[in-house]
């Protein structure tokens, strides 16, 4: 039991000080891809906090989900989930991905992020303002320290 | 060749003319025609000459017909014009282009899945191409405005 607390404390610290986002649009209108792509430029400067894009899902330590969830992108994005390495957490970016936003009823809609794999951080706005996404991952970063987040996905 | 020159080869077979907007030059031709169109369209201008950009299909239920809109733009003036046909609506069946122009496979799959107008001659046309599964299943074409989904 310690060590299974301190094993995850380390991963927590690991992850605190660096990590590693992958992006994966869900089915979104590109405009809160344009946002998270915004967020990551040397204006907003996010390595300050460590943040940068992960050369792969396997490398990535949070899922950065934006757009409403389809049918068929649900099944691509547990897929994804699921290859990601412990522990890891997804923040869902703009209304869309957080609960389908005006897509919610549609024929070909699941709704948002939660209804697939678990969300730590929901981050609204139609976009959200890259300080917005920004404030949301310090705000996970934080919560981590704090060892607030239940879900990492793994336990 | 200008583009003068160019829109007269489309002239030649509609049945109407007009302007969608500003600089969008509109043909209404007869389906039957469409595929004869695009062949003379390769033989004046050659592949490089032109580009399908994309294919929209509309629902008419009023007047019980299926509105297919071809976008064309001419190179290199990127002289964009719409080549409009009307299908009926209890059999939508129009002469696929995919052998001619390669290009026309995600319109012509996409407007099959959502609308239900059969590319005859196109091998790749299939339900669930960007329908979710459980829809297609039923035999719904969901942009059908009676549809129900």
Avoid at chain 1, 4 to 25: C, D, M
Wanted: charged share 25%.
């Amino acid at each position: 039991m310690m060590q299974e607390q301190k094993a995850r404390k380390t991963g927590y610290r690991i992850i605190r000080y660096s990590p590693w986002l992958v992006h994966f649009n869900t089915g979104a209108c590109n405009g809160c891809d344009i946002e998270v792509l915004a967020s990551i430029t040397p204006l907003y400067d996010p390595e300050r906090f460590g943040v940068k894009l992960s050369p792969s899902i396997r490398h990535g330590d949070i899922l950065v989900v934006t757009g409403a969830v389809t049918k068929k992108a649900a099944d691509r994005l547990k897929r994804l989930y699921d290859q990601m390495p412990c522990p890891k957490f997804v923040v869902a970016v703009g209304a869309c991905a957080i609960d389908g936003g005006v897509f919610s009823k549609s024929y070909s809609v699941v709704g948002g992020a939660d209804k697939v794999v678990p969300v730590a951080i929901y981050i609204p706005g139609c976009p959200p303002r890259p300080e917005a996404i920004l404030d949301g991952l310090v705000k996970l970063l934080t919560a981590l320290r704090e060892e607030e987040v239940q879900n990492n996905g793994c336990s | 060749m200008d583009v003068a020159e160019k829109l007269k080869l489309l002239e030649d077979f509609a049945l109407e003319k007009s302007v969608l907007k500003p600089n969008r030059k509109l043909f209404v031709v007869e389906p039957s025609y469409v595929r004869r169109i695009f062949e003379s369209l390769i033989e004046k201008l050659g592949h490089g000459g032109f580009y399908l950009s994309t294919i929209v299909g509309t629902d008419l239920k009023e007047e019980n017909k299926i509105r297919l809109d071809y976008y064309v733009v001419m190179l290199p003036e990127e002289e964009t014009v719409v080549i409009r046909t009307f299908l009926p609506r209890e059999n939508p069946v129009i002469d696929s282009l995919i052998d001619i122009i390669p290009g026309a496979l995600a319109g012509e799959c996409e407007t099959y899945d959502l609308l239900g107008v059969v590319f005859r001659g196109n091998p790749f046309l299939k339900r669930g191409f960007f329908v979710p599964t459980d829809v297609s299943e039923k035999g719904i074409y969901p942009l059908r405005k009676d549809s129900g989904v």
